[in-house]
């Protein structure tokens, strides 16, 4: 009878792991909810403050900036402190920006709080990866982390029908004030958590320290450009598919969101299967496929009539590109084990900064070139990044986790 008393403490703990797992996963979506939600309020948001879309505009600067940028604090101070720490910290702080945003009384005080949502919500995602390499073994993360992307799928999906719907029925406001309400309910369902109630060791070096740990060996160097290489081909070129349906095809707004969305419902509904299919084709072989799916949906949004081929398109890249995208999650979470918030926090960072970069070279392509000519140069840019990083992926194979966790 002594074994099962003795094994109570570890199951225990394990189920609290997994509740505040779960709530993690939450706060993505709502994380997620948000950040795509101005795209249809800023036409209402630009009408009641009487501003022009540009000036308006500055409120998706204000948001994506720091997002971007708090990447590389974050990591350290999780380091030291704990993850679900600075998470809950982070999300109550999200809470009170978008719940203050409602309340709004004019549109430089909007642009504030936004960027303060911004700089709250920057710890949501990439710290969540790091609690799931802390918590999740290895041969099971990808699944795990494949329910995160699921939730930010999901929100990014609802975001804009959502927004939209408030808008016209109430008003922009609402959205704010619902996703300030769900945050505070996740930040305080979070705390409730035994394991949030203690505090980690952490670790005393400082954040350079802890970058020279990450950044020490050449491979993970390696790593991270090709992540800035993946984000500027692929997230930072995706956002305009829906310039492409207007400028190019004449759909309306409407029927353009209802399309683009389809790329998340892939994400959505691959995510459920990408462990499985992860650990019985191995890492390369997503990688490979993943890319070449990506690959292939570039070359069909080219092809007409567009309402047929664009929504196979968006189900084909939104599914493969998780495939490919989740196995460089996975394998990111295991980079650096003494460090793993600030190797995150690293991954999360490349790829902001090639994703926006992405955004302006594929912008300039495509005023130069037109908008098939540049989805084919993406394509072709996709498959050379493809074909290397299977090569490079070679590098961090199994006897590479047998070191990196010996360590």
């Not at 996963?25 to 709502?30: G, Q, T």
């Amino acid at each position: 009878m002594a074994a099962p008393t003795k094994a109570a403490p570890a199951t225990e703990e394990h189920a609290s792991a997994q509740r505040a797992l779960w709530l993690l996963i939450a706060a993505i979506f709502v994380v997620s909810l948000d950040s795509r939600v101005i795209t249809p309020l800023l036409p209402a948001i630009a009408e009641e403050f009487d501003a022009s879309i540009g000036r308006a505009g500055l409120i998706v600067t204000a948001y994506l900036l720091p997002y971007g940028l708090f990447q590389l604090l974050y990591g350290p101070l999780a380091d030291r402190v704990g993850r679900v720490r600075v998470i809950s910290i982070a999300l109550g702080a999200f809470a009170l920006g978008a719940g203050l945003c409602a309340l709004a009384p004019d549109l430089n005080s909007l642009v504030g709080l936004r960027l303060v949502t911004g700089v709250a919500a920057a710890a949501v995602f990439p710290l969540t990866l790091t609690y799931i390499g802390d918590t999740v073994a290895y041969d099971r993360r990808q699944e795990a982390i494949g329910y995160t992307i699921m939730a930010a799928s999901l929100g990014q999906v609802l975001s804009s029908a959502i927004g939209g719907f408030l808008a016209a029925a109430f008003s922009w406001r609402v959205i704010f004030a619902i996703d300030g309400l769900v945050a505070l309910v996740i930040t305080i369902a979070i705390l409730r958590q035994p394991l949030t109630r203690v505090r980690p060791a952490g670790l005393s070096r400082s954040a350079a320290a802890t970058y020279r740990v990450v950044l020490a060996d050449r491979r993970h160097i390696l790593f991270y450009i090709l992540i800035f290489v993946e984000g500027a081909v692929t997230l930072g070129a995706f956002a305009y598919f829906g310039a492409l349906l207007r400028d190019r095809d004449g759909f309306s707004f409407t029927a353009i969101g209802i399309l683009v969305a389809i790329f998340g419902l892939g994400s959505l509904v691959f995510g459920r299967i990408v462990g499985r299919v992860a650990r019985k084709i191995g890492e390369r072989r997503m990688i490979a496929f993943g890319g070449a799916g990506v690959v292939v949906g570039y070359g069909i949004t080219t092809l007409q009539p567009a309402i047929i081929l664009f929504p196979i398109a968006m189900v084909l890249m939104g599914s493969t590109f998780m495939m490919m995208h989740s196995t460089l999650q996975t394998r990111a979470t295991e980079l650096a084990p003494t460090a793993r918030a600030t190797g995150i926090s690293l991954f999360a960072f490349a790829l902001f900064l090639g994703s926006s970069l992405g955004a302006f070279l594929t912008a300039q392509s495509i005023d130069r070139l037109g908008y098939n000519e540049t989805m084919l140069a993406l394509g072709a840019a996709t498959a050379i990044f493809t074909a290397i990083m299977t090569v490079v992926i070679l590098r961090f194979t199994e006897p590479y986790i047998e070191e990196v966790q010996a360590c």
